[in-house]
């Protein structure tokens, strides 16, 4: 039988069959540059990708070939869909190191945070409802909340994390028309993108506005355990049990390739996500769960995230060394863990126009636009320096201030248009959130 496309087009024939919300769905910045940052030649500052090539694979190698052989039909096997009561259980070792007193009950293991993004705000919002997240904001977590018809609002950050008085007069101007907002999202600790971290006295008053105005708080928190001072800041989820949803990941201290990450949620939304993610994917991989707990078995996993902390404090210095000595015209945030770097770039120099040229010249970034969600974010670039050693840093770097130097003369010349053709808006095509 033949079937009728309907308002279809030449390159899509079911494209009048999509919902609504697909056509809201697009390509992340990010993503959109994968093929070229990922070609050898090109110092790719675009990325997120940990750099794991310092675990113990041997021992890895070795504790998955036991658990098959000894734990094979039951690994193997579907599992429970709030995730093995094992993992759950090692989790809350996790978070206990953030302060976090949560019992197994109140987890449930997801495909990564990511999942668990998606579940919180598929069980949260309708079309059109408000989203308040920082300015700027994890690029992974805006494709969700775009995928769900979120209006996401902006609040104003600065070196001390988001501005407690922003927060309070967007809730307030919410209320004033009538707009339900349904949770705030916040990354209050080693942020992506910007860097920056939550100063505790902000982390009690940014709870008191939220809990005053009703405001669910969504914690999500990847980059917690990697200050590279050995900071551990209490987590909101710690201060707070009742209005925060907590999502954790295995990704950053471990390894993102077994896709386990966790929400720690109020009893009754712990229900709720449940529900949703067993609708979604019946039950997060068994196998991943036990090989994660294996490893914390058999491994100083801790030990581990020391050495996580090491290496990336290494390149962050690289980056900022890099920085400092090539690209005086920028100014950047110095940050104190995670794996970013958010640098504004000077007057007039646009992050999405220099892009294509930027990877002719065999570097790549993410422009700031991919971190809002209105499209602002232009006069930043995100440099992530978790992946390239320190003396591809150190080149990518090189490589960057020649493109940012031209694109200075161009803009000195013409004006803030005069560096702008149509062909360089085409953003050739990298992942990484
Ligand atoms: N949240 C943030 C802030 C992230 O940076 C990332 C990954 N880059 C994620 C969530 C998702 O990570 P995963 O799904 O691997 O746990």
Redesign the pocket.
């Known amino acids: 039988m033949s079937v009728s496309p309907g308002a279809g087009t030449r390159l899509d024939p079911w494209f009048g069959s999509y919902a609504a919300r697909t056509h809201g769905m697009k390509a992340s910045e990010t993503r959109a540059l994968f093929a070229v940052a990922n070609r050898p030649e090109v110092v790719s500052l675009a990325g997120?990708m940990p750099n794991i090539a310092g675990l113990p694979l041997e021992i890895i190698a070795k504790i998955t070939a036991d658990l098959i052989a000894t734990e094979g039909t039951v690994a193997l096997q579907y599992g429970n869909g709030q995730g093995s009561p094992i993992l759950r259980e090692r989790t809350t070792e996790v978070m206990a190191l953030e302060g976090i007193a949560v019992h197994p009950d109140d987890v449930v293991v997801?495909?990564?945070?990511?999942?668990?993004?998606d579940l919180v705000t598929r069980i949260f919002v309708d079309p059109g409802d408000v989203i308040v997240a920082e300015a700027p904001s994890?690029v992974?977590?805006l494709s969700v909340f775009r995928a769900y018809q979120a209006d996401v609002i902006h609040v104003a950050m600065d070196a001390n994390g988001l501005i407690p008085e922003a927060l309070a007069e967007t809730l307030a101007s919410c209320r004033a028309a009538a707009r339900k907002v349904k949770f705030l999202y916040t990354?209050p600790t080693y942020?992506?993108p910007a860097g920056v971290s939550l100063t505790q006295p902000r982390r009690e008053q940014v709870l008191e506005i939220c809990r005053r105005a009703g405001v669910l708080v969504v914690e999500?928190?990847?980059?917690g355990l990697l200050g590279f001072d050995g900071r551990v800041f209490p987590a909101l989820r710690s201060l707070d049990s009742d209005g925060v949803v907590y999502?954790?990941?295995?990704?950053?201290t471990f390894a993102?390739g077994y896709?386990?990450?966790w929400a720690a949620a109020p009893h009754a939304i712990r229900e709720k996500l449940v529900l949703a993610s067993e609708s979604a994917i019946l039950c997060p991989s068994h196998a991943s769960q036990l090989s994660v707990c294996a490893y914390m078995d058999a491994c100083d996993w801790q030990g581990q995230i020391g050495q996580y902390r090491a290496l990336y404090r290494e390149r962050r210095d690289a980056m900022v060394g890099s920085l400092a000595e090539m690209m005086p015209e920028c100014s950047w945030n110095v940050p104190a863990g995670?794996?970013y770097t958010w640098v504004r770039l000077p007057e007039g120099i646009d992050a999405r126009t220099m892009l294509p040229r930027a990877t002719t010249a065999l570097v790549a970034y993410v422009s700031g636009s991919a971190f809002y969600a209105d499209g602002q974010g232009a006069d930043h670039m995100r440099l992530s320096f978790c992946y390239p050693t320190p003396e591809r840093i150190h080149e990518g770097i090189r490589r960057l201030a020649g493109v940012v130097s031209k694109e200075l003369e161009l803009v000195q010349m013409f004006g803030p248009e005069g560096s702008t053709t149509a062909d360089d808006v085409q953003v050739p095509s990298p992942d990484?959130?």
């Open positions: 997120g997801t495909t990564g945070s990511q999942q668990a993004l994890y992974g977590a990354v942020h992506n999500d928190n990847p980059y999502l954790g990941t295995f990704s950053k993102p896709r386990v990450g995670g794996f990484v959130l």
